[in-house]
């Protein structure tokens, strides 16, 4: 068992949190950004639906993140799983290379090597953590079960593909 297995869940709650409330407080001020400007600005409440309309998915992820993923990882793990927990997490390592990308193109930066080298490392985060991690993830089960890797769809249960 990892002690990272156990640690990143209770992190990951506050910070899903955190991000939807985020998420929300830019929109809602967006607004009020110059050459955004509305008038008046939105009441909290036609924000929300707004809000809501817009990225209903991004909320619903986190969401299910809070409410599924970390009593999963949590309470019904019983210390198993470790390597697809940290697999799984992996996907998020593309995350700050998004966020610096809004940051800079916010403060007009986009022309800059930063941004260049950021789009580069976001390029390379997203294809090996988000892309090539699921067929990874089935050439490990194959490695451990003794099965070549394009055999390994077909000796899963449906539910599990």
């Known amino acids: 068992r990892h002690w990272l297995a156990g640690a990143y869940p209770q992190f990951a709650v506050p910070y899903f949190i955190y991000d939807v409330y985020a998420m929300f407080l830019c929109h809602w001020h967006r607004g009020r950004v110059k050459g955004h400007e509305?008038?008046?600005?939105?009441?909290?409440?036609?924000?929300?639906?707004?809000?809501?309309?817009?990225?209903?998915?991004?909320v619903?992820?986190?969401?299910?993140?809070v409410l599924v993923c970390f009593p999963v990882a949590t309470l019904w793990r019983q210390g198993k799983g470790d390597f697809f927990l940290g697999c799984l997490l992996?996907?998020?390592l593309s995350t700050p290379f998004?966020?610096?990308?809004?940051?800079?193109i916010l403060y007009k930066r986009q022309h800059t090597a930063l941004h260049k080298l950021n789009g580069v490392a976001l390029l390379v985060t997203f294809l090996l953590c988000r892309i090539l991690l699921f067929p990874y993830?089935?050439?490990?089960?194959?490695r451990q079960q003794g099965l070549p890797l394009l055999r390994v769809p077909g000796a899963l249960p449906p539910a599990y593909n």
Do not use: I
């Not at 639906?49 to 998915?57: A, H, I």
């Open 98 to 104: 998004v966020c610096l990308g809004k940051v800079l």
């Open 60 to 65: 619903l992820h986190h969401a299910a993140m």
């Open 137 to 142: 993830l089935y050439w490990a089960y194959g």
């Open 90 to 92: 992996m996907a998020e």
């Open 38 to 58: 509305v008038a008046p600005p939105p009441s909290l409440r036609v924000a929300a639906g707004t809000y809501l309309r817009k990225d209903l998915l991004m």
